[in-house]
């Protein structure tokens, strides 16, 4: 019934010599939203990187194993068209300080070069504002600066930027980690409404967080992917005992 | 909506479900009762599985909430309190039960001038009433009407006291009747439990709202 | 309150007032300058002063035209040369912090700021006029180009790594290629400290005597050809500050407020930009 969008066999990265991804073995569900917790250096971030080819543009970085999108491995595809398929938001908001938040929401056909005639742009920021519920909050101030909005606003516009390239995956590296707690539950209940047409990973070393947006969470440890489930599975009785002492807070 | 408003919601619904459902066992087991109907007893045996389906789901429902949504302050209490209400209302399911499968094993139909004389009628209507009340008072968030319930379950328990006596009165007259008598006499018992459970309920919709504590307290 | 409180708050105050005096004293050379260039120069500007090329010995008047043209060409083209392989080398240093390569160009950008102009003007003058075969306006853009290229790089290397990587990373996750990202995000983000770094890296060789010395050699007559000898404002205050005729000493001074004037005109533009194109972050 539920396609799988992204697999990863034996999937492995590296800093250098660091082997930081061990062997992941995973698959994504079509428009689900996947949590990927653990603690600090666990590789969850490497990981998601790795999904859309970020993790290469640091120098030293590699990886190897299989990494397919819809049936096609991410790593024979050229890594813009891997980009545009899938999309991301980072950890800080990171809006174009020099756009106004309209161009910042373009700013993936604008800034490479893509041109749109002008009904054509209005709809697709006003489509990606509101699906990242921001177009109420900012439809009057279009053509200020992005830089002036609140952090939770800027995280939406950068939520509404990915999201205006119609990606089929969204990757978000702990999206809310920079923002106070009102903002971060106005991203995360804008992550609920988005599954409807995105496939959403999200990384997050909040493991509330996991427990309340995901509907399946990968717990990584030590590079490894220890348990892989449905998240009031993993959040009520864990298989692995690692899980639980994760979750419970009993890590030493 | 925050998605634990929604989840909430939908918890507010299936415990107002169930709620319903043990309503009507309640009634089908007095229809039955009243009208020696075992087919009818027969069917609130079958339905009492539903309402422990009904208790399974409650409780992995508010499990879940706690383990994925992290509930506090009022919707905290929410929880707890349907948790506590979930298990009075199955216990409220399983004397219907019970009371149906007195009227299987019962071997003649119940005398009326026997229900009446003890007064049974009287309190399986104040019973039924009493758990309705509870249901309204949960579903407007309604504490007035959920203290009312304190009153009508002293009614309740003043039949029950009062139940010896009639029934040794009724027997003076009937003494043939010792095996009947013997099941209104369960019967009785049985209501002031739905009683006592109901009042629980009340306290658990009064601790929600309010954040009281009324329980083990003597006076309300 | 002890006595050794009390010195201490002694030594603190002696202290403050000791920098205050000292700040001052940096000061005062700088005002002494300006009020004696100003007062030398002021009153011999006038429009007619910025417009006539200046007069043979014994005739009085004339001006400081060729000079003023001059030095807005050899600038002009020493900028041209200098600014895209400036701003280039810049952004290859940022963006390639830790490879060979840039450890050491960046030490040989260091070694090129520190080069006296006057060595500068002797290796353009062994490596452009000699071969072309005579003095030339180019050569000495070339010259016043290599000053000015230690100052650009520097200057857009340190605005660029000031720019957090997050803004490099949302390009890319958006699908653009390495020279779109520069060109469109990097750059654009940075503009207001390249280009304070450029501006004072005019403002900074618009004073250069030595390196024209051997290179553009000056010329008494307004000249275009970038191939021919040129006049500037430091050669002709250089060559008629040390004549003897007074005049002459008058266009210089005047031509020494023209210059002051100009650089002090670019450092408040500096700041104006700084200010105007700075991106809030």
């Known amino acids: 019934m539920e396609s799988t969008i992204i697999r990863s066999k034996n999937f492995n990265a590296y800093f ?14 079509k428009n689900h939203v996947i949590a990927v917790m653990g603690p600090s250096g666990c590789g969850k971030t490497t990981y998601l990187r790795c999904i859309n080819r970020m993790h290469e543009l640091i120098p030293g970085a590699t990886c190897n194993g299989e990494m397919v999108l819809n049936d096609e491995d991410v790593y024979s595809m050229h890594p813009i068209f891997v980009r545009l ?8 908001p990171n809006p174009f300080p020099n756009l106004s938040i309209y161009d910042n929401v373009i700013a993936g056909y604008k800034l490479n070069g893509i041109k749109l005639p002008k009904g054509e742009r209005d709809k697709v920021v006003e489509q990606s504002l509101s699906r990242a519920a921001l177009w109420k909050e900012v439809k009057d101030s279009l053509h200020k600066k992005g830089t002036f909005l609140s952090g939770g606003q800027q995280q939406r516009l950068c939520i509404a930027r990915a999201i205006a390239m119609e990606p089929e995956v969204l990757l978000l590296d702990e999206p809310t980690s920079a923002l106070d707690p009102i903002s971060t539950s106005s991203v995360e209940d804008l992550l609920h409404e988005l599954k409807t047409n995105y496939t959403l990973i999200i990384v997050t070393h909040n493991m509330q967080q996991a427990a309340r947006v995901s509907d399946r969470t990968a717990f990584f440890y030590m590079g490894e992917l220890v348990e892989y489930d449905d998240t009031k599975k993993m959040f009520t009785n864990p298989r692995d005992n690692r899980t639980q002492n994760y979750i419970t807070g009993r890590f030493s | 909506m925050t998605q634990l408003e929604t989840e909430l919601g939908f918890l507010k619904n299936e415990v107002i479900n169930m709620w319903n459902l043990v309503r ?17 007893a027969r069917e609130v045996i079958l339905k009492e599985r539903r309402v422990n389906g009904y208790e399974l789901k409650i409780d992995r429902d508010c499990e879940n909430i706690f383990a994925l949504l992290t509930p506090v302050a009022i919707d905290l209490r929410f929880v707890l309190a349907v948790l506590k209400i979930n298990s009075n209302l199955e216990r409220i399911g399983d004397i219907a039960e019970g009371i149906a499968k007195y009227i299987i094993s019962a071997e003649q139909p119940f005398k009326p001038e026997l229900l009446d004389a003890t007064k049974l009628t009287e309190m399986y209507e104040e019973s039924i009433n009493i758990l309705e009340d509870t249901l309204t008072a949960f579903e407007n968030e309604d504490t007035i009407l959920a203290r009312g319930v304190f009153k009508k379950d002293e009614f309740l328990d003043e039949i029950n006291i009062a139940a010896n006596n009639l029934i040794e009165e009724y027997l003076k007259q009937n003494p043939k009747d010792i095996d009947q008598a013997l099941y209104v006499l369960s019967i009785i018992r049985k209501l002031e439990r739905v009683g006592d459970q109901s009042k629980n309920i009340s306290e658990e919709i009064i601790f929600y709202l309010e954040a009281k504590v009324l329980k083990h307290k003597h006076s309300h | 309150m002890s006595n050794l409180v009390k010195y201490r708050i002694a030594k603190s105050s002696a202290l403050k007032i000791f920098t205050i005096f000292l700040a001052f004293v940096c000061v005062v050379p700088l005002i002494f300058i300006l009020l004696y260039i100003i007062r030398a120069g002021i009153t011999k500007i006038n429009w007619h002063f910025l417009v006539n090329i200046p007069k043979p010995v014994g005739e009085s008047g004339g001006g400081i035209a060729n000079a003023l043209l001059g030095s807005m060409i050899i600038i002009g083209v020493a900028a041209l040369i200098a600014i895209p392989v400036g701003i280039l080398g810049g952004i290859y240093l940022n963006e390639n912090k830790k490879s060979r390569l840039a450890y050491w160009s960046r030490l040989c950008v260091d070694i090129l700021q520190g080069v006296p102009s006057i060595v500068i003007g002797i290796v353009a003058y062994f490596w452009l006029v000699k071969p072309l075969g005579g003095f030339s306006a180019l050569s000495g853009s070339v010259a016043l180009a290599i000053m000015m ?7 857009t290397e340190e605005t660029l790594k000031l720019l957090p990587d997050s803004l490099k990373e949302a390009a890319f996750a958006l699908g653009m290629p390495f020279h779109r990202v520069i060109l469109k995000v990097i ?3 940075g503009i207001s400290g390249i280009l304070s770094g ?12 030595a390196p024209l010395l051997f ?20 050669l002709l205050i250089y060559n008629y500050a040390t004549s003897p005729y007074n005049d002459w000493l008058d266009l210089a001074w005047g031509a020494s407020l023209i210059l002051l004037l100009w650089v ?3 450092n408040i533009i500096t700041k104006l930009t700084t200010r105007r194109w700075k991106v809030q972050l």
């Open chain 3, 149 to 155: 290229l230690p100052i650009i790089i520097r200057s």
């Open chain 3, 215 to 234: 290179t553009a050699f000056g010329n008494p007559y307004i000249s275009t050809n970038i191939t021919k000898p040129m006049q500037s404002l430091p």
């Open chain 1, 85 to 92: 398929k899938i999309g991301m938001v980072f950890q800080r």
């Open chain 3, 198 to 209: 450029v501006i004072l890296s005019v403002a900074r060789i618009a004073g250069e005597t």
């Open chain 1, 16 to 29: 250098g010599e660091n082997h930081v991804v061990k062997n992941v073995n995973i698959e994504i569900p």
């Open chain 3, 187 to 189: 750059v654009p983000c």
């Open chain 3, 264 to 266: 002090l005109l670019l």
């Open chain 2, 24 to 40: 009507s066992q309640l009634i089908k087991a007095r229809t039955s009762l009243m009208s020696y109907d075992k087919d009818l």
